[in-house]
């Protein structure tokens, strides 16, 4: 059968084609795509091309599907999985596989599996590694943004703290602790604040910093409504302040903080991180440089005699998957806190390729509608000539200018070809 899809042929070199998928094998699985979120590290992958760890170095001969945030149907099922797997089921997908020591991964290394197409294969070791996941909520988009959820969900899984005298960790936040997220009001900055308001280890106080103060804002109108669950939530616009350390310190009541993730990878925000921890505390590096040798001043004093240290993540395992499905399932989550805009599979390549110039959160592809990239701010004005855009409008200001289960179907009823 044939699909549609965006596929890689080498650095700066995304083309949206047509092509016919090969019939699967006994031990794969077909499905169609509906939801995919573009994610930063497909960009990366893409200026990159060949030279990307996870791409193979055929690439220009052999492309391959980007995409890895992605849900939708099961379609057909290969023989050996008919026992755990049913046509018609919706699905997400856990993309970081490490099969037999592999660096291969959906969106980068394969031809036939990826998340921006219509249809794609998937491969038997997704099966045997149990990354292919079963999703029982009411919207594709939120198992789509169940991975990068995940990612922020082990992010706070890998944050460690000591005990005194003795030689053992205890895993996760500080329980009642004091918590700073730096440059934290972007989509994941966003997503983390949506997990820690809702999870089941918070910390007594949250401070949420950034230099943009239209971030700033729309960070306090979606959260405003919400249920701050014994967590005191502080957004603080530090690009004024000359002394940021010693301001943040300040609004700890001098403690410092137990736990600090820096959600940007800039050099003065990690050496902020290090002056504002708390005895024991611990830095997290969640955003992923391009520089390789991107470094940072860090105070060994402290690491000596107070106990501090950093740790850092790259991506979600599968339980983090599982439980950021769980939890959207649930309704304990919100990913659509991170979504800004909305388009159609036409629009993936060049925005793929303008993803850090694009302001806004998570850009959520519909894979079978054609639809310009639109920022859901953009609704209103687009309404006034589309009566499409109109009633999606009508809709996302009842939840509160959010993307949502309602949005999803109008929008797939009405734009599905």
């Known amino acids: 059968?044939?699909?549609?899809?965006?596929?890689?042929?080498?650095?700066?070199?995304?083309?949206?084609?047509?092509?016919?998928?090969?019939?699967?094998?006994?031990?794969?699985?077909?499905v169609q795509v509906i939801t995919d979120s573009?994610?930063?590290?497909?960009?990366?992958?893409?200026?990159q091309g060949e030279d990307h760890k996870r791409v193979p170095n055929d690439v220009a001969t052999n492309p391959v599907i980007i995409g890895h945030e992605f849900a939708g149907n099961i379609i057909k099922v290969g023989s050996k999985w008919k026992d755990q797997f049913k046509e018609g089921e919706k699905f997400a997908i856990q993309p970081a596989l490490n099969y037999k020591g592999s660096q291969a991964s959906?969106?980068?290394?394969?031809?036939?599996?990826?998340?921006?197409?219509?249809?794609?294969?998937?491969?038997?070791?997704?099966?045997?590694?149990?990354?292919?996941?079963?999703?029982d909520g009411e919207s594709y988009?939120?198992?789509?943004?169940?991975?990068?959820?995940?990612?922020?969900?082990?992010?706070?899984?890998?944050?460690?703290?000591?005990?005194?005298?003795?030689?053992?960790?205890?895993?996760?936040?500080?329980?009642?602790?004091?918590?700073?997220?730096?440059?934290?009001?972007?989509?994941?900055?966003?997503?983390?604040?949506?997990?820690?308001?809702?999870?089941?280890?918070?910390?007594?106080?949250?401070?949420?910093?950034?230099?943009?103060?239209?971030?700033?804002?729309?960070?306090?109108?979606?959260?405003?409504?919400?249920?701050?669950?014994?967590?005191?939530?502080?957004?603080?616009?530090?690009?004024?302040i000359e002394d940021v350390p010693a301001y943040l310190k300040e609004l700890s009541g001098n403690t410092g903080y137990d736990d600090v993730y820096v959600y940007a990878p800039v050099e003065p925000l990690l050496e902020q991180a290090d002056k504002i921890l708390a005895?024991?505390?611990?830095?997290?590096?969640?955003?992923?440089?391009?520089?390789?040798?991107?470094?940072?001043?860090?105070?060994?004093?402290?690491?000596?005699?107070?106990?501090?240290h950093i740790v850092g993540t790259s991506g979600g395992n599968t339980d983090d998957m599982i439980e950021s499905l769980k939890m959207t399932e649930s309704n304990l989550i919100n990913p659509s806190v991170m979504v800004t805009h909305i388009g159609g599979l036409d629009c993936v390549a060049e925005a793929t390729?303008?993803?850090?110039?694009?302001?806004?959160?998570?850009?959520?592809?519909?894979?079978?509608?054609?639809?310009?990239?639109?920022?859901?701010?953009?609704?209103?004005?687009?309404?006034k000539t589309?009566?499409?855009f109109a009633k999606l409008d009508e809709i996302v200001k009842k939840n509160n200018g959010l993307w949502c289960a309602e949005a999803e179907k109008y929008l797939l009823s009405n734009l599905s070809k």
């Open 1 to 30: 059968m044939k699909t549609k899809a965006v596929r890689l042929y080498g650095k700066n070199d995304l083309r949206l084609e047509e092509f016919e998928l090969p019939e699967i094998k006994d031990d794969e699985i077909l």
């Open 38 to 47: 573009l994610c930063m590290s497909s960009y990366k992958a893409a200026i």
């Open 106 to 135: 959906p969106g980068y290394s394969y031809p036939y599996f990826g998340g921006d197409a219509t249809y794609t294969i998937i491969p038997h070791e997704v099966m045997e590694l149990g990354c292919l996941l079963h999703y």
């Open 141 to 240: 988009y939120d198992a789509s943004l169940a991975e990068p959820m995940s990612c922020i969900i082990g992010a706070f899984h890998a944050n460690y703290h000591t005990v005194p005298g003795k030689y053992e960790y205890n895993m996760g936040i500080k329980e009642g602790g004091k918590m700073a997220l730096l440059a934290g009001t972007g989509p994941m900055g966003l997503g983390a604040i949506e997990y820690i308001l809702n999870c089941d280890r918070k910390p007594s106080m949250l401070v949420v910093t950034d230099i943009d103060e239209k971030r700033i804002e729309r960070a306090k109108a979606i959260f405003a409504e919400s249920n701050q669950k014994g967590v005191e939530l502080i957004f603080a616009n530090t690009k004024e």
């Open 279 to 308: 005895r024991d505390g611990c830095l997290n590096f969640f955003a992923g440089p391009t520089d390789t040798s991107f470094s940072a001043k860090f105070n060994f004093y402290n690491v000596h005699y107070s106990s501090t």
């Open 353 to 383: 390729l303008k993803l850090p110039k694009i302001p806004g959160g998570k850009k959520l592809i519909y894979t079978n509608i054609d639809l310009e990239l639109t920022a859901i701010e953009d609704f209103e004005e687009k309404g």
């Open 386 to 388: 589309n009566p499409v």
